[in-house]
């Protein structure tokens, strides 16, 4: 299906609520939508050693969140090097990078994240029909969410509510393809050759945050974080909430929201 509009969203939901499996879903049914996954791209710093993946290691292991500026910093990183945030000297950003928070030296976030050119010119996206793309876990927090404000008009922040009662057992049943962020469940959408990957047939592996007890960190955390951002959001007449115990009751809900507000 083709998108008619941009359409840059946000998806919000518990640890295990569905957002890869949407995120999966959402850009196989509109191909011009791309993602971004906070988690795997901290996921991929951490498996590649860089100075951001070494400290934010401990942080993901524990259920704790990585430090707000250091996640601003990788996003805006991340959408430069795609291209989707470029030069523009009309409006101006206003968000003050060069504040990261007490436990990250400055000078290390400054060498890894920031490209030479950012931030001393001035970015702000530019719309394209092709940057059409889903920020999977992030904003995570208000601030996070009051930092891009400025830089990324998000038109759509979607609240997946899913009971933490179903969340627990898909947690212990999920198997992930770390290098592309595909991800599988032993019993819901199992490979079809067990233990590999559909597309590569590389081994599958278990996520180091996936065991009841930091589930439970992680669950914490989120209650506590997200009541603020989805108020942030609804504020701004963006937030749109679906409900459902399973993601295939979810999907078509998401779908249909989707088609009204980018695809008529
Ligand atoms: P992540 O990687 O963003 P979470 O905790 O937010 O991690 P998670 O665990 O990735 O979210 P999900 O994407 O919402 O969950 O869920 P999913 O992967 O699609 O589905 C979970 C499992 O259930 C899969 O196996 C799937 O196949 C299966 N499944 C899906 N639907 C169904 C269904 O209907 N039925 C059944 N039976 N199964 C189903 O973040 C990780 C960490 O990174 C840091 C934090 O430390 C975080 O804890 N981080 C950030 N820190 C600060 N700020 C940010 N913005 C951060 N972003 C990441
Ligand atoms: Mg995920």
New binding site residues.
């Given amino acids: 299906m083709v998108l008619s509009r941009a359409a840059r969203i946000i998806?919000v939901?518990?640890?295990?609520?569905?957002?890869?499996?949407?995120?999966?879903r959402l850009m196989k049914r509109f191909p011009q939508l791309s993602s971004i996954?906070?988690?795997?791209l901290?996921?991929t710093n951490v498996r590649n050693r860089t100075p951001l993946g070494i400290q934010?290691e401990l942080?993901?292991k524990t259920?704790?969140?990585?430090?707000?500026a250091m996640?601003v910093r990788l996003?805006i990183n991340e959408l430069s090097t795609r291209g989707w945030l470029v030069p523009d000297t009309i409006r101006p950003y206003s968000v003050n990078y060069a504040t990261p928070e007490a436990d990250i030296p400055a000078d290390t976030v400054d060498d890894v994240f920031i490209p030479s050119t950012f931030p001393a010119s001035r970015y702000n996206y530019s719309e394209c029909p092709t940057a059409s793309f889903i920020l999977?876990?992030?904003?995570?927090?208000a601030p996070?969410a009051k930092q891009i404000d400025d830089i990324i008009p998000i038109n759509l922040v979607v609240n997946?509510k899913?009971p933490a009662s179903?969340?627990l057992?898909?947690?212990c049943?999920?198997?992930?393809h770390e290098p592309s962020g595909r991800?599988?469940?032993t019993?819901?959408?199992p490979p079809k050759v067990e233990g590999k990957d559909d597309v590569t047939g590389e081994p599958l592996t278990r996520?180091a945050?996936?065991c009841p007890e930091v589930?439970g960190t992680?669950l914490k955390?989120?209650e506590e974080t997200s009541a603020p951002l989805l108020e942030h959001y609804d504020k701004k007449g963006v937030l749109w909430e679906v409900e459902g115990?399973?993601?295939?009751?979810?999907s078509p809900k998401l779908f249909k929201e989707f088609e009204k507000r980018f695809s008529v």
Avoid: H
Wanted: hydrophobic residues 35%; without cysteine; neutral net charge.
């Fill in positions: 998806l939901g518990a640890p295990g609520a569905g957002k890869g499996t949407q995120s999966e996954s906070s988690g795997d901290l996921r934010a942080k993901i259920g704790a969140l990585v430090p707000d996640m996003i999977d876990g992030f904003p995570r927090t996070q997946i899913t179903v969340i057992d898909r947690i049943n999920r198997l992930v991800v599988y469940n019993t819901f959408n996520r945050d996936d589930w992680r955390k989120f115990n399973t993601s295939d009751e979810i």
